[in-house]
């Protein structure tokens, strides 16, 4: 059963085998579909619930974006063409996703021309053409599209295609920022933070970094929670840092994750628990973030909130220094020297006290002599 939200503003659809009563976006009533009356557009909005649904059937989405396709939808011929390009519930086939984008791009729908850009930017499906993909960037951009506004944005910030321009591509930004975009709101505040195309301004940056997370980005959470952290542009406040990363963390932002972590293991903003810094730091490390790596590996040594487990120990340290964190290959570096949960070897030892010197790191300095 295909069923869609009586608000046709809200252009929610899906199926199941029974009808909900309310919409899970707006919370208006329901309405059971006719295939028969739906468009292509109808099709497409289908699609892309199946899209961010985890568990759903890929192939039925891709159904549903070849039907409207078909009833000549472009947002519908747009999507069937990044299926094609990510093999997402479809085999990949980079050529037949360009083709896709230009018909879409025929039939009105700017993010195909923005998908277009990206295509001969990196060369999918197509000869690379970086000239090309910046005069598609600007045609989305001046249109409107904040996407191609971000796009235009980094081909100026590059100099990909056109002339780099840092005042251009913070142009570009802040349009999509006034938009509400939020990877717009984000890196306009990213440029106040480093002086990138405009003055450094760090209030500046603490508003728009506060706009984009509010919007629900989570990296924007991460750097206000720093600004928090630190004081910058605003006044200090561990329990704001605090609140701000646990935010990120629970988007999935592996920085606050690494940062929450650090914060119940000093007690800052929060009561101090190795438990609960252990817990922050192996899902950090778990998903792939290498200075987690290295103090997940030192909770496992030491026993902090967890059972000493030297092997655990090493086997983190050296994932972590693998990554190219600096800490881990120093602290991977002092086990080999001392026989710490592996066999001593000071060849082993040296190389990885060279590599963390190497990067920067003021102990391995000092162990080297």
């Known amino acids: 059963m295909i069923y869609h939200c009586e608000d046709h503003t809200c252009n929610y659809w899906d199926e199941g085998e029974k009808l909900p009563e309310r919409c899970p976006q707006c919370g208006r009533k329901l309405l059971r579909a006719n295939e028969t009356d739906m468009t292509g557009d109808d099709w497409t909005a289908l699609g892309n619930t199946l899209w961010d649904a985890e568990a759903s059937d890929k192939k039925r989405m891709v159904d549903c974006f070849r039907k409207a ?43 195909a021309v923005c998908c277009l850009g990206v295509c001969y930017q990196y060369g ?21 599209s904040p996407r191609g506004q971000m796009l235009l944005a980094r081909a100026f910030h590059d100099g990909i295609g056109v002339e780099a321009d840092a005042a251009e591509a913070v142009h570009w930004v802040r349009a999509a920022a006034y938009q509400r975009y939020g990877e717009g709101m984000y890196r306009l505040g990213v440029c106040y933070e480093y002086g990138d195309g405009v003055e450094q301004n760090w209030e500046h940056a603490v508003h728009w970094f506060r706009e984009a997370a509010e919007s629900g980005v989570s990296t924007a959470m991460t750097d206000l929670g720093y600004c928090y952290e630190k004081g910058c542009g605003v006044e200090q406040s561990w329990e704001q840092a605090f609140s701000w ?36 730091y192996r899902r950090g490390a778990e998903c792939g973030y290498p200075v987690s790596m290295s103090n997940l590996g030192l909770c496992y040594k030491r026993g902090y909130g967890v059972e000493q487990n030297w092997q655990e120990a090493i086997k983190w340290y050296e994932q972590g220094a693998q990554c190219g964190d600096l800490q881990s290959m120093h602290n991977l570096a002092c086990c080999y020297e001392r026989g710490e949960g592996v066999e001593q070897n000071e060849e082993r030892a040296l190389y990885w006290y060279r590599r963390s010197a190497e990067g920067g790191n003021g102990d391995a300095m000092c162990n080297l002599g």
């Open 124 to 144: 999918i499906g197509t000869a690379p053409d970086a000239e090309k993909a910046a005069e598609l960037y600007c045609k989305a951009a001046e249109y409107g």
């Open 69 to 111: 396709a078909y009833l000549g939808s472009a947002w519908g011929v747009c999507n069937l063409g990044i299926c094609m390009e990510q093999g997402n519930g479809v085999e990949a086939d980079p050529v037949q996703a360009f083709w896709l984008y230009q018909q879409a791009v025929e039939m009105g729908s700017l993010n």
């Open 245 to 280: 990363y646990r935010r990120g963390a629970e988007c999935g932002d592996l920085r606050s994750m690494h940062n929450l972590g650090y914060c119940y293991e000093k007690g800052c903003g929060v009561e101090q628990s190795w438990e609960q810094a252990f817990s922050w």
